[in-house]
T-cell receptor, first 111, second 117 residues
Framework: KQEVTQIPAALSVPEGENLVLNCSFTDSAIYNLQWFRQDPGKGLTSLLLIQSSQREQTSGRLNASLDKSSGRSTLYIAASQPGDSATYLCAVQTGANNLFFGTGTRLTVIP | GAVVSQHPSRVICKSGTSVKIECRSLDFQATTMFWYRQFPKQSLMLMATSNEGSKATYEQGVEKDKFLINHASLTLSTLTVTSAHPEDSSFYIC?????????????FGSGTRLTVV
């Protein structure tokens, strides 16, 4: 069974700093990997989706990479802002309807 | 872009009563929707897959008679928590696969906070 792990569980950084969130998965046979943001008590907002054949995706200050063979993905956030404070979840899709979530990294950006 | 609307956002009910949560795809058709439950400080756990016009598929350990799912149209799936108990208090989120196009991927609703007293 696919297991998704996110490290660290929590992270606090001062505003303006660049940071990296990590996601690892045990089964490399994935369709894609998606990064989400979740604000407290809210649903999920999709940030980036990387197909299994891709190595990275970029959107604004966000860059996500995927190394499928090693079962790793990173989410890079440049020039962090207080509004980036949220929990970041990665999820891998292994089948038509199988989406496995990590436990998330709770990010706090300190003004 | 693809939007999934979920209502209500919060509900408080008495133990023993039933609660219905709606999940609508606003600008696309979703033959399949997914229902997740999230306990505090934990990740999302898939409860069931809702299929339009057919029975839902439940994950192991999820009681199908307690969590009734109806997917009567291509844009609406409902989850009914029957005879709710305090241990059913949780955050419920639905999602749908948006398929091809610029919004490719899973889109999630805003979630429903259920509190059973």
């Amino acid at each position: 069974k696919q297991e998704v792990t996110q490290i660290p569980a929590a992270l606090s950084v001062p505003e303006g700093e660049n940071l990296v969130l990590n996601c690892s998965f045990t089964d490399s046979a994935i369709y894609n990997l998606q990064w989400f943001r979740q604000d407290p008590g809210k649903g999920l907002t999709s940030l980036l989706l990387i197909q299994s054949s891709q190595r990275e995706q970029t959107s604004g200050r966000l860059n996500a990479s995927l190394d499928k063979s090693s079962g790793r993905s990173t989410l890079y956030i440049a020039a962090s802002q207080p509004g980036d404070s949220a929990t970041y979840l990665c999820a891998v899709q292994t089948g038509a309807n199988n989406l496995f979530f990590g436990t998330g990294t709770r990010l706090t950006v300190i003004p | 872009g693809a939007v999934v609307s979920q209502h209500p956002s919060r509900v408080i009910c008495k133990s023993g009563t039933s609660v219905k949560i709606e999940c609508r795809s606003l600008d696309f058709q979703a033959t399949t929707m997914f229902w997740y439950r999230q306990f505090p400080k934990q990740s999302l756990m898939l409860m069931a897959t809702s299929n339009e016009g057919s029975k839902a598929t439940y994950e192991q350990g999820v009681e199908k008679d307690k969590f009734l799912i109806n997917h009567a149209s291509l844009t609406l799936s409902t989850l009914t928590v029957t005879s709710a108990h305090p241990e059913d208090s949780s955050f419920y989120i639905c999602s749908a696969w948006t398929g091809a196009g610029p919004n490719y991927g899973y889109t999630f609703g805003s979630g429903t906070r259920l509190t059973v007293v």
